[in-house]
């Protein structure tokens, strides 16, 4: 890897797709409903399989999903095609040739990168659609802005945007050994990253202080930016840093954490998926 930041090698970011995608807001609404079809139901995409991998069904909607999907979103376009968002109720079948396959790295995803970005924008567009229905001020039924996917109030006026949530998550670095952090609902033997939601009135750098403060007890110095995630489960932006240790013991919160202990760099524990910026933090920072 030759870039400075890990975001353009990550799955779930735009740039991941790079000059292959054009987001719909910049340019003018396709004809007709044809292209490729993004079809999500509940955390997965519904994909034809194609030799070792998958692909996205093309064409017009398959007829079998006729009245049974919501109605079509222009995403955007991909490779030259339009990109038509839609969803399948959970648990209903999949139609003959397609097949749900999950979109979440934890959960053993087999989706290629391309299509875990675009099922990713998918899936954080259709939540956006099912929480942005009504103004959150008066309650009143909101409509979409001319060319974007914000929403207006016909009542009070109020304008709302796609909300993402920014969250720092931090490898915690001291000369030949890395701090790493366990939840109990992790695979057994499996350790991250620490990590927690920006609070009101605090800067990224602030955060990382207090969240590793709060967590594991320790202090920490040399904060240094290496990349971020969009993170579609349902909407966090995950902004990744390596920091130095600084002092002061281990003291878990196990309010959050099962256990948090030091790994020497050559003997790391089993690793997050190489899908998500914990992974490839671990993968890039901690062994060097
Ligand atoms: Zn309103």
């Given at each position: 890897m030759t870039d400075?930041?890990?975001?353009?090698?990550?799955?779930?970011?735009?740039?991941?797709?790079?000059?292959d995608f054009v987001p719909a807001k910049q340019g003018g609404k396709p004809p007709e409903h044809a292209g490729h079809w993004l079809v999500v139901q509940d955390q997965g995409l519904l994909v034809e399989s194609a030799g070792e991998t998958f692909r996205l069904p093309e064409g017009t909607l398959p007829a079998q999903l006729e009245g049974r999907v919501t109605e079509p979103m222009w995403l955007g376009t991909w490779r030259g095609t339009p990109c038509w968002v839609t969803s399948l109720p959970k648990g209903e079948a999949a139609p003959p040739g397609l097949s749900r396959e999950t979109l979440?790295?934890?959960?053993?995803?087999?989706?290629?990168?391309?299509?875990?970005?675009?099922?990713?924008?998918?899936?954080?567009?259709?939540?956006?659609?099912?929480?942005?229905?009504?103004?959150?001020?008066?309650?009143?039924?909101?409509?979409?802005?001319?060319?974007e996917w914000g929403k207006?109030?016909?009542?009070?006026?109020?304008?709302?945007?796609?909300?993402?949530?920014?969250?720092?998550?931090?490898?915690?670095?001291?000369?030949?050994?890395?701090?790493?952090?366990?939840?109990?609902?992790?695979?057994?033997?499996?350790?991250?990253?620490?990590?927690?939601?920006?609070?009101?009135?605090?800067?990224?750098?602030?955060?990382?202080?207090?969240?590793?403060?709060?967590?594991?007890?320790?202090h920490v110095k040399n904060i240094q930016y290496v990349g971020s995630q969009n993170w579609p489960f349902?909407?966090?932006?995950m902004v990744g840093f390596v920091v130095d240790y600084a002092g002061g013991e281990i003291r878990v919160d196990h309010e959050e954490l099962e256990d948090a202990r030091w790994f020497p760099r050559t003997e790391l524990p089993m690793r997050p998926s190489r899908h998500s910026i914990a992974g490839g933090i671990i993968e890039r920072y901690a062994r060097l």
């Open positions: 400075a930041y890990l975001s353009p090698h990550l799955p779930f970011n735009r740039e991941r797709l790079g000059a979440v790295p934890m959960a053993g995803t087999k989706l290629p990168d391309d299509l875990l970005s675009l099922g990713g924008m998918s899936m954080q567009y259709i939540w956006w659609e099912s929480t942005s229905g009504h103004c959150p001020r008066c309650g009143a039924a909101t409509t979409r802005i001319e060319g207006v109030c016909p009542g009070c006026k109020y304008e709302h945007y796609p909300h993402l949530h920014p969250a720092v998550i931090i490898l915690i670095r001291d000369n030949d050994r890395v701090l790493l952090a366990r939840k109990s609902i992790w695979a057994p033997g499996r350790y991250a990253l620490i990590a927690g939601f920006v609070d009101n009135g605090e800067s990224l750098e602030g955060c990382v202080h207090r969240e590793v403060e709060e967590e594991v007890g320790v349902p909407s966090q932006l």
